[in-house]
């Protein structure tokens, strides 16, 4: 017998269930009670996509958001009435829905800076030019970690301007690629912090952005793709779009945080390999928003190699070299240059632009 009264299952065939937070099946794995006397809903366990998805209700939390059941299994404990789960009381309090946790808002202020040593920074003014960066990262509100030299932060801020999550990821200035050898450079800012008890709720990457009303991006049609940085970089080759990220094929997609798009046209642009899967979404956003759609224009243009490669459509916009791009070799070329264009305030001129 374990030492501990409530853990997680032992697994056996068919004993793990579909996650309650991101809906794949056969990941998650529910606690029980060692002495038989509480029986916990659905929601109290744990995801096996610890960075994907999270999710990860212990007994405690469930105990302390239900403060009821906590006292009236004191009060079997003390008076050795029957078990809890045999003898429910005769009117059940309705069971309370599991906290979420936030992260303080002055930690995304507090990231903001030292881009100099962010390599997705470093790469991405290669490929757009610094000051459209620092307007990308500003809007969508990216930030530096110490961790691995700079690595990327994608703050998940919700509609009402909560921070829900942080995620860390490394990059390879030169590549723009995520790192993944020796290991694969992912966290979460709550598990960096070693918070206590911390209860994630994802929701979409950029979607504060749906409540900007500043601006006409909150107005505009909502893209949505799998990748953050896929994300950063179609808003700004295709700014007539609010692009929001899902944080992995599964991530934040699913019934609960798809409510923030009720009302909206709405457009899927999933990964090569994904788009099948991304299509089986489409009745479920259907019954929220106001049109959607699930763009197969990769799957129509992409040669074999590139679907088993499962490119997305930030790999197509940046397969054809930006002006930002070859000012960016030209300098590496001829340090000079750069010096010239800093002396006498030169700026890049985009040809169609011009016209």
Not at 340 to 345: H, N
Request: one cysteine or more; hydrophobic letters at 35%; a neutral charge.
């Amino acid at each position: 017998m374990t030492e501990y009264r409530f853990h997680l299952q032992k697994y056996r065939p068919g004993s793990k269930t579909v996650c309650p937070e991101c809906g794949r099946k056969a990941c998650f794995t529910r606690y029980i009670d060692e002495a038989g006397e509480i029986s916990f809903p659905n929601s109290v366990g744990m995801c096996d996509h610890i960075n994907s998805c999270g999710y990860h209700y212990t007994p405690k939390e469930y105990f302390r958001d239900n403060p009821a059941v906590k006292e009236r299994l004191n009060g079997q404990e003390r008076f050795g009435g029957t078990p809890i789960a045999a003898r429910p009381p005769a009117r059940a309090l309705p069971e309370q829905k599991p906290r979420i946790s936030f992260l303080p808002s002055d930690w995304v202020e507090q990231s903001m800076r030292r881009y100099d040593i962010n390599p997705l920074y470093r790469y991405f003014t290669k490929v757009m030019g610094k000051e459209n960066v620092d307007k990308l990262f500003s809007l969508y509100r990216v930030g530096t970690s110490k961790m691995w030299g700079g690595a990327t932060v994608f703050w998940q801020t919700d509609r009402d301007g909560n921070v829900r999550a942080g995620k860390i990821m490394g990059y390879d200035a030169e590549s723009g690629h995520r790192v993944k050898e020796p290991f694969n450079q992912v966290n979460w800012v709550h598990s960096v912090r070693k918070m206590p008890d911390f209860r994630m709720k994802q929701c979409f990457f950029g979607e504060h952005l749906l409540s900007d009303t500043s601006s006409t991006i909150s107005s505009n049609p909502v893209a949505i793709v799998e990748s953050e940085k896929t994300a950063l970089i179609a808003a700004h080759f295709i700014p007539d779009f609010t692009w929001l990220a899902t944080g992995g094929t599964h991530g934040c997609f699913n019934r609960e945080a798809i409510q923030v798009l009720e009302g909206r046209e709405v457009i899927l642009f999933p990964d090569l390999k994904a788009t099948d899967e991304w299509r089986q979404r489409l009745p479920m956003l259907e019954s929220v928003c106001r049109r959607t759609t699930c763009s197969d224009l990769l799957e129509r243009i992409a040669t074999d190699e590139q679907r088993s490669q499962g490119l997305d459509i930030a790999d197509f916009l940046l397969m054809e070299d930006t002006p930002q791009m070859i000012l960016a070799r030209m300098i590496e070329c001829n340090p000079v240059l750069q010096t010239f264009i800093d002396t006498f305030g030169l700026e890049l001129v985009d040809a169609g632009r011009a016209e």
